[in-house]
């Protein structure tokens, strides 16, 4: 990631780590989330989430040289704002954001045996993630932004959250811009290819006398092609009052007769003569 990239991320880091959660069963939820990483473990690592540990503990947790001496959580009977503070608590312990490249990623490092369990209670707030080993541990992702844009919204993403999600739309107008301008550009090539081969086709009936033998739609097509090369298949039909599809075929007539010399002219029937009956 870029440094603006992780500047960024560290900002939604703080911004969520500062929520303050109201209720005691919540900051209960948040605790266990966290686990019992040491204080020391964690400042060493992330400051801000050293600074939430300290203010669960001031506020009524009990210490025993942990972090925090939370009872386990019962994900299962827990109410759903409960649940949301578990997985804050999981995420700032366990988790990971990144912005890379354009695309938003986030992952839950976990133990092995936790990782499936951990996506199971995701699917349970609608909030499907995979998970797989990774050297001994178990890695839970998200690639979709929007699903990552929900769950950090729901777990007290802010302002920062907004920076991320505004250049998410960014990146997204900035791709289909490129590949509008891209398709342009081809569909511009192919016309410009076209018309130039249909100009010499004309010229090459025109030369031998060909052209003034085909249907009416097809010399009059033949002239409003030569008079506006650079018009497209449509306005060309615009300005006949023919249909698109009379004009496409025209000008496919145009091309295959010189492809093909002597195409649209009838043969001569070979006529043997008779045998003479006095023989």
């Known amino acids: 990631m870029s440094r603006s990239e992780r500047d960024l991320v560290a ?25 019992g990483t040491p204080v020391r473990t964690v400042a060493a690592r992330r400051s801000t989430v050293a600074r939430l540990l300290v203010r ?31 997985l804050r608590g999981r995420f700032l ?9 354009g695309r938003t990623h986030l992952e839950f ?14 699917a349970q707030v609608g909030l499907p993630a995979s998970f797989r080993a ?24 802010g302002a920062a959250l907004l920076e991320v999600e505004a250049r998410q739309v960014s990146r997204a107008l900035r791709g289909e811009l490129n590949r509008v301008l891209n398709a342009e550009s081809a569909n511009l090539q192919r016309a410009v290819g076209a018309a130039g081969r249909q100009l010499a086709a004309i010229e090459d009936l025109e030369a031998d006398g060909r052209l003034r033998d085909q249907p009416y739609v097809v010399r009059v097509v033949a002239a409003a092609r030569r008079e506006t090369p650079e018009a497209t298949l449509g306005e060309l039909a615009e300005r006949l009052a023919l249909h698109r599809s009379a004009v496409q075929r025209a000008l496919e007539r145009i091309e295959k007769l010189t492809l093909h010399a002597g195409t649209g002219r009838r043969r001569r029937r070979l006529v043997r003569p008779a045998a003479d009956a006095h023989l």
């Open 56 to 86: 669960l503990r001031r506020s009524g947790s009990r210490s025993s040289g942990t972090a925090v001496d939370a009872p386990p959580f019962d994900w299962a009977t827990a109410a759903d704002y409960c649940r949301t503070a578990w």
């Open 11 to 35: 900002a939604l880091r703080a911004e969520i780590a500062a929520v303050d959660p109201s209720r005691a069963c919540d900051r209960a939820a948040e605790s266990a989330g966290l686990g």
């Open 109 to 122: 490092v976990v133990p092995l045996a936790e990782a499936p369990e951990l996506a199971a209670r995701l």
């Open 93 to 101: 312990a366990n988790g990971s954001l990144s912005l890379a490249g």
């Open 134 to 157: 990774r050297r001994g541990r178990g890695v839970v992702t998200w690639k979709s932004g929007e699903t990552i844009g929900t769950f950090l919204r729901r777990i007290g993403g």
